[in-house]
């Protein structure tokens, strides 16, 4: 199954719109501390970006139960009802006061990695999709980190 420890080359335009993708997370967590004087409004753009990919990571594995051969209908169905679980996290972290936002965004996507995990041992996905997965949580998470501790600074 898939390894995540020695991927596969990277497909171009995975790459690019991948870590593409990460670059607002860098961009609006850098402007929280570079604009101290408007973090707050920056920081709100960092959380809704935040759930919005977050909910667009889940929708992966509503993708994978339609498309995955092999599959048995429970599995299908268990994936499809894990993959609105990101979106029913990232919904009320935006409406939460900023530090439990952040950690309930955190919460979906270390969740969401850990499915990907799981779902990666028994089945064949690309060799990449685990390492990259992982390095775009990584970034939206330090992102959204550095974001919420711009507000307190």
Same mark, same amino acid.
């Given at each position: 199954?898939?390894?995540?420890?020695?991927?596969?080359?990277?497909?171009?335009?995975?790459?690019?719109?991948?870590?593409?993708?990460?670059?607002p997370f860098?961009?609006? *967590?850098? /402007?929280?501390?570079? @604009?101290? $004087?408007? &973090?707050?409004?920056?920081? %709100?753009? #960092? +959380?809704? !970006?935040?759930?919005?990919?977050?909910?667009?990571?889940?929708?992966?594995?509503?993708?994978?139960?339609?498309?995955?051969?092999?599959l048995d209908?429970?599995?299908?169905?268990?994936?499809?009802?894990?993959?609105?679980?990101?979106?029913?996290?990232?919904?009320? *972290?935006? /409406?939460?006061?900023? @530090?439990? $936002?952040? &950690?309930t965004l955190?919460? %979906?996507? #270390? +969740?969401? !990695?850990?499915?990907?995990?799981?779902?990666?041992?028994?089945?064949?996905?690309?060799?990449?999709?685990?390492?990259?997965?992982?390095?775009?949580?990584?970034?939206?998470?330090?992102?959204?980190?550095?974001?919420?501790?711009?507000?307190?600074?």
């Open positions: 199954m898939t390894s995540d420890t020695a991927p596969a080359s990277l497909p171009a335009p995975a790459a690019w719109l991948g870590y593409g993708g990460a670059l860098v961009s609006l *967590a850098a /402007l929280c501390w570079l @604009a101290a $004087g408007h &973090a707050g409004f920056w920081f %709100g753009l #960092l +959380l809704v !970006y935040g759930a919005v990919i977050l909910s667009f990571v889940g929708a992966l594995h509503w993708g994978f139960a339609m498309t995955l051969p092999g209908a429970t599995r299908r169905s268990r994936m499809m009802a894990w993959s609105v679980v990101p979106a029913l996290l990232a919904w009320p *972290a935006v /409406l939460l006061p900023a @530090a439990p $936002g952040v &950690a955190l919460l %979906g996507y #270390l +969740l969401h !990695y850990l499915q990907d995990r799981r779902l990666c041992r028994d089945v064949d996905l690309p060799s990449w999709y685990l390492p990259l997965r992982r390095h775009l949580s990584l970034a939206a998470g330090i992102s959204l980190l550095a974001g919420v501790l711009a507000l307190q600074a």
